[in-house]
């Protein structure tokens, strides 16, 4: 395995050499809320700061005339400050909450074959910055959990304009989810590495939509369906929950008001019986900073 991705990523660098220029798009925002209180302000409202940064970039080319390479990257990162008041009446500032964080990374292979339908190949990795499932017994980790994920299959790009960006692909995946320095014996402190393997079929539906009018907006929208058709682990797993379907729809929508200001929106909705048995969902408005590279 490690040789097949060695030699693929040396076959993308060579082609890469001879290819034409990178279409480049990204673009970063900082999102900031406050409020705050006198001393003497007769009610229960206590002060508060979040703040989320964000990154949407891609680069693709086309690397020959029967290959194209497109690279997408998001990484998301925000708290919440929360202002207490103790039994005496102090006020005091609680450590930092994490209430996003997001790592992903994917480079998809589309062979152009001017057919309906091309065929691809996909790698993924997913994790975040910090995981805090175990802070308390004081293993913080940094870029944990890992999920990877490859895939081969179809896809169609249905609109492809200036405007509107829409395509659907759907393909065989495995996936492996790698947990680093997990403790397992809290009395010994006994660390290590576990990782679950499954495969299934994979649907994924991207939208991008620029809007000028009345301002100027970008609507960014991912659609992912993944059904598990078997797991390393499913004899060692207390139930059958591995098998329902996981679902995550990502909503982005920034709008620039004047300069680098902007309204930034994020609206996402996910369901993973292995983690809640119901639909979750969260959204964030609010203003912020945006500036766009390319």
Avoid: C
């Amino acid at each position: 395995m490690k040789r097949f991705l060695v030699l693929t990523l040396l076959m993308i660098l060579s082609l890469a050499l001879f290819a034409e220029s990178w279409k480049m798009d990204a673009d970063m925002s900082l999102t900031l809320s406050q409020s705050a209180f006198s001393d003497n302000w007769a009610g229960t409202e206590l002060s508060n700061i979040t703040w989320l940064a964000n990154t949407n970039a891609s680069a693709e080319k086309q690397l020959k005339n029967w290959l194209h390479n497109r690279n997408t990257m998001k990484l998301a990162f925000g708290q919440t400050h929360l202002q207490k008041e103790d039994a005496n009446g102090d006020k005091y500032w609680e450590a930092p909450e994490k209430t996003t964080d997001k790592i992903d990374v994917e480079s998809v292979m589309r062979f152009t074959l001017q057919s309906w339908v091309d065929p691809f190949l996909a790698a993924r990795m997913e994790s975040q910055f910090l995981d805090l499932s175990q802070e308390s017994a004081d293993n913080s980790r940094f870029v944990n959990p890992m999920l990877f994920t490859e895939t081969a299959g179809i896809m169609r790009t249905f609109v492809n304009t200036e405007q509107i960006l829409f395509n659907t692909r759907l393909g065989a995946a495995l996936r492996q989810n790698v947990n680093r320095d997990q403790i397992t014996d809290f009395s010994t402190m006994d660390k290590e590495t576990s990782t679950t393997m499954d495969g299934g079929l994979e649907l994924v539906s991207e939208l991008k939509k620029q809007i000028n009018a009345p301002v100027q907006s970008t609507f960014r929208s991912r659609l992912q369906v993944y059904q598990a058709l078997f797991n390393s682990k499913e004899d060692d797993l207390p139930t059958d929950d591995w098998k329902s379907p996981d679902m995550v729809w990502e909503n982005t929508l920034t709008t620039k008001l004047f300069g680098m200001i902007s309204a930034n929106l994020i609206f996402e909705m996910r369901y993973d019986k292995e983690q809640v048995h119901e639909m979750q969902w969260k959204q964030m408005l609010g203003l912020g900073l945006s500036y766009t590279l390319f």
